[in-house]
């Protein structure tokens, strides 16, 4: 069976830290990689997806940026953190078209501070 | 361009009755994918069904019923005899054919009353 990982569950940064979040997925190749972000009581924001290794599709242009080093892996990441980065980061994976749903991660919850 | 509104923000009812969630969809597209999903409080989304464009059967699972109709171009969600677990935010999505995008609605957020 396929299961998705995503680490840490909860975050705290200062303004202008650095940001990791690591997405991970088992039990399936090639699947297609999401991130998305939910503000706090707000629907989802795409923000980058990915159909293969090295291949990132950026939604919204802003201090974020994605990385997919291995088949499975889907890594989010941002050099200085803003206040407005605050939120639920979600990471989705998917088989095939567009025809398939999506299963979501735990979530990260990040606080910038 | 392809839209998916759900202008229910927040619904309350009290354990029992019987809620609808509306979700009205647009695209030009001919082959398109509706889906539900559903973030309980713990935040992780949890798939609840998916429809293609080509399949206009309603469909019943347990409490949880959902009736497509491509002429008002609405994949509402109904549940029946409501429980407090099913407190939770629910989403409606849209998949068109040519693309890897997901397009999420706003989300309806359904409070379930004991």
């Known amino acids: 069976s396929q299961t998705i990982h995503q680490w840490p569950a909860t975050l705290v940064q200062p303004v202008g830290s650095p940001l990791s979040l690591e997405c991970t997925v088992e039990g399936t190749s090639n699947p297609n990689l999401y991130w998305y972000r939910q503000a706090a009581g707000r629907g989802l924001q795409l923000l980058f997806y990915s159909v293969g290794i090295g291949q990132i599709s950026s939604e919204v242009p802003q201090n974020l940026s994605a990385s997919r080093p291995q088949d499975r892996q889907f890594i989010l990441s941002s050099k200085k953190l803003l206040l407005s980065d605050s939120g639920f980061y979600l990471c989705?994976?998917?088989?095939?078209?567009?025809?398939?749903?999506?299963?979501f991660g735990p979530g990260t919850r990040l606080t910038v501070l | 361009a392809q839209k998916v509104t759900q202008a229910q923000t927040e619904i309350s009812v009290v354990e029992k009755e019987d809620v609808t969630l509306d979700c009205v969809y647009e695209t030009r597209d001919t082959t398109y994918y509706l889906f539900w999903y559903k973030q309980p409080p713990s935040g992780e989304l949890v798939f609840l069904i998916r429809?293609?464009?080509?399949?206009?059967q309603n469909e019943i699972s347990g409490r949880y019923s959902w009736n497509f109709q491509k002429s008002t171009s609405s994949f509402n969600f109904t549940i029946t005899a409501s429980q407090v677990v099913d407190s939770a935010v629910y989403f409606c999505a849209l998949g068109t054919s040519g693309t890897y995008k997901y397009i999420f609605g706003t989300g309806t957020r359904l409070k379930v009353l004991a």
């Open positions: 429809r293609n464009s080509f399949d206009e």
């Open positions: 989705a994976w998917s088989s095939g078209g567009i025809y398939n749903e999506q299963f």
